[in-house]
């Protein structure tokens, strides 16, 4: 008899830093779902924001992996093995990868406002089921999107998504919860040297990546 699939759930990001609000919602989301397990792909950078500002790799996987203690969460850099760049390649490459895997992918409100600037992003709908997270001030922007207009049609509850013994894409599942008003910008701003911090506690040592085992050392940090 062939065992069910892991169901995971996929959240991606710069992690600049991690922080409770990200657990939070990855928390909600699975329970939501009814996921297995959450994976935080820590971005080694992403096309539509700005490089200034951002802390290394290592210290972006480091506060992850603190964010993440105790929990059903696996934050992994695995972009940076992949050399993806573009979501739509990172799907397809973990599909391939994880064929034991069924994957959906998170993401914020604020990303569907936008979804429609991303590469091939018709693609990634039709990859994988998609979750999509309440965050405070975007949801206006995001249900008057050009993406939202697309995907509407495809819409499901999350106790059908439940239910179902298989994913299907394209499929949108809107989830609310209590707002969390946490961001990474506003860690940044109230401690500026954290990333520094956190890599001054754990040295020069190079961080083990939870998923891929590869490890992640101060000369590759992007």
Same mark, same amino acid.
């Given at each position: 008899m062939r065992s069910r699939p892991v169901l995971t759930g996929l959240l991606g !990001?710069?992690?600049?830093? @991690?922080?409770?609000?990200?657990?939070?919602i990855s928390l909600f989301a &699975?329970? @939501?779902?009814?996921?297995?397990?959450?994976?935080?792909?820590v971005s080694p950078g992403n096309p539509l924001k700005p490089?200034? !500002?951002? +802390?290394?790799?290592? #210290?972006?996987?480091?506060?992850?992996r603190l964010?993440?203690?105790?929990?059903?969460?696996?934050p992994t850099a695995i972009e940076a093995q992949l050399g993806t760049r573009y979501t739509v390649d990172t799907l397809r490459m973990l599909q391939r990868r994880y064929p034991g895997r069924r994957f959906v992918w998170l993401m914020g409100a604020d990303n569907l406002a936008e979804f429609h600037r991303w590469?091939?992003?018709?693609?990634? @709908?039709?990859?994988?089921? &998609?979750?999509? $997270?309440?965050?405070?001030?975007y949801? #206006?922007?995001a249900v008057a999107s050009p993406a939202m207009a697309w995907l509407r049609r495809y819409r499901v509850s999350a106790a059908s998504f439940r239910k179902r013994g298989q994913w299907s894409a394209p499929a949108l599942v809107l989830l609310r919860f209590d707002p969390d008003h946490r961001s990474a910008t506003a860690l940044r701003r109230a401690h500026a040297g954290w @990333?520094?911090?956190?890599? !001054?506690?754990? !040295?020069? +040592?190079p961080v083990r990546d939870r998923l891929t085992f590869r490890k $992640?050392?101060?000369g590759e940090d992007a």
């Open positions: !990001g710069s992690f600049n830093p @991690a922080h409770g609000g990200h657990r939070r &699975i329970d @939501a779902l009814g996921l297995d397990e959450l994976w935080w792909l490089e200034a !500002g951002m +802390a290394p790799l290592r #210290a972006r996987l480091l506060s992850a964010q993440a203690r105790l929990a059903p969460i696996v590469k091939d992003w018709r693609r990634i @709908a039709r990859t994988m089921p &998609i979750a999509v $997270i309440a965050r405070p001030g949801d #206006a922007d @990333a520094e911090d956190i890599l !001054g506690q754990d !040295g020069n +040592a $992640i050392r101060s």
